[in-house]
């Protein structure tokens, strides 16, 4: 290629051009990519496209939450059941998940936050759907450790909760033995809650415990902590969160009764769970 020529994307091979669409969000395909030309809207139109549907950020397009669940419910339709991960911000209702769930029965991931209309009861219709799902995350969401336990007994799990800062952590100790990652950030749990955790989950080699302050790490608790996991974030308030992905900054104040308390998600085994 000569000095000043650029490259003619259309002539790329039609998986390569796949691949680098597949790395845009959903308003970007649509009001974009998908307009270029009639190679790259016939990849937009491939069920393939939309395995993965990314719907965080589209909140500042401006549209209504109408707007955008309609718009969900059509890169759903896109999908062609073939959908396998989804991501909702702020907008999720009851009526959006079970459009999901009917028409995604190959859904293993479902990821939810800042909704705050969704609760257990009705969640728990949902995840019923659902027989191949390995994550489900919620963060800000309207749950506690407390309503954990409809969602947890009513699918099949034999559990009992607590009325103490330790639910959360007690659900996961008893329902997920596979589990490889945890995210913890700012959870009320404390020592017992991680000894439960550290004894029921083997495999665990990722733990974030940022801000987890009523978590005291030393001592034989430490020693565990040390030798079992590979990847160990400490419960101390100065630590960073840029890589915490809902907005979180730096100085933010924490609190013992704050919303962090209700960031809950749940995973089969051998799954990715945070909370």
Known sequence: M??????????LPRELTSTILNRLGVMEILENAQKVCRSWRRICKDPLTWRKIDMRNVGHMGGSSH?????CRHVVDCSQGGLVEIEIWQFATYDLLHYI???SSKLRSLKLAMCYQIESEGL???I????????LEFSYCSL????????????CFNLKLGENCDDVALAIAETMPGLTRLQLFGNRLTNLGLNAIL????????????????????????????????????????DSVHDYSYGVSDDDE???????????????DDSDFEV
């Open 2 to 11: 000569n000095q000043g020529e650029y490259p003619n994307w259309l002539e």
């Open 67 to 71: 707007v955008l669940e309609k718009l």
């Open 101 to 103: 769930a009917d028409s």
């Open 124 to 126: 728990t219709e949902v």
């Open 128 to 135: 019923m759907k659902l027989p191949l799902l390995e994550v």
């Open 144 to 155: 506690s450790g407390a309503r954990l336990e409809h969602i947890v007994q009513d699918s």
């Open 199 to 238: 004894d029921k989950c083997p495999n665990l080699e990722y733990l974030d415990l940022r801000q987890c302050i009523n978590v005291n790490l030393v001592g034989d608790l430490e020693k565990r902590c040390s030798e079992r996991i590979k990847v160990l974030k400490r419960p101390n308030y100065n």
């Open 254 to 268: 924490m609190s013992v009764d704050g919303l962090y308390y209700d960031n809950l998600s749940a995973a089969s």
